[in-house]
């Protein structure tokens, strides 16, 4: 699986949306809202729109490119049902040629870890779920986004990698501390 974890402010994710979207042929796609279609964003501001990227919420979003595969596979979420017995759906993408891209929420003194994250032929084999998929196309645009963030990092805290709108507001000594989304970086 190539994946890569990072700390990131807005302005971070913002650019790191609007690379994907100029650089790359991914998609961007949410996991949809409870009965809602899922939607798609043709740029972070569209994003933004939607979900005020690197507000107090933690934003799940599914990255499909035509390179990798002929279509994205819909799936339908039932959920179950509510107080009033009524039964909720969501929707989204999925797939094993499907990259994931979370972006950490932030609050006033923490920004929440961000994460991109594909998988690999081998793992997607030992699901029998590997066929259909340019592993080739995949693993070059992860390998490309991976390279991007790399890229754009100007600090580490412990093993993490700190884009410059988080390593702006780090603290002297970085102290990343478990959250209940993962990890989180304090921040002054």
Not at 31 to 55: E, T
Not at 66 to 93: F, Q
Not at 100 to 117: E, K
């Amino acid at each position: 699986m190539g994946e890569i974890q990072f700390f990131a402010a807005r302005e971070d994710l913002l650019e790191l949306v609007d690379w994907i979207v100029r650089e790359t042929d991914f998609r961007i796609f949410e996991s949809s809202r409870i009965d809602q279609p899922c939607r798609s964003f043709p740029s972070s501001s569209a994003l933004d729109d939607a979900h005020r990227v690197g507000s107090r919420r933690f934003v799940a979003l599914e990255l499909w490119s035509p390179s990798v595969t002929k279509s994205p596979g819909k799936k339908r979420l039932k959920l179950n049902p509510d107080a009033t017995g009524v039964v909720h759906v969501r929707h989204e993408i999925s797939g094993f040629g499907i990259a994931q891209l979370q972006l950490g929420a932030t609050r006033r003194d923490a920004i929440g870890l961000s994460r991109f994250a594909h998988n690999s032929k081998s793992r997607a084999a030992k699901w029998q779920s590997a066929s259909g998929i340019a592993w080739a196309a995949l693993e070059r645009l992860g390998r490309a986004v991976r390279k991007h963030v790399t890229a754009l990092a100007t600090k580490k805290a412990d093993s993490y990698l700190v884009l410059p709108g988080a390593a702006a507001r780090m603290t002297k000594e970085p102290f990343v501390s478990p959250s209940p989304r993962g990890f989180e970086l304090r921040v002054r």
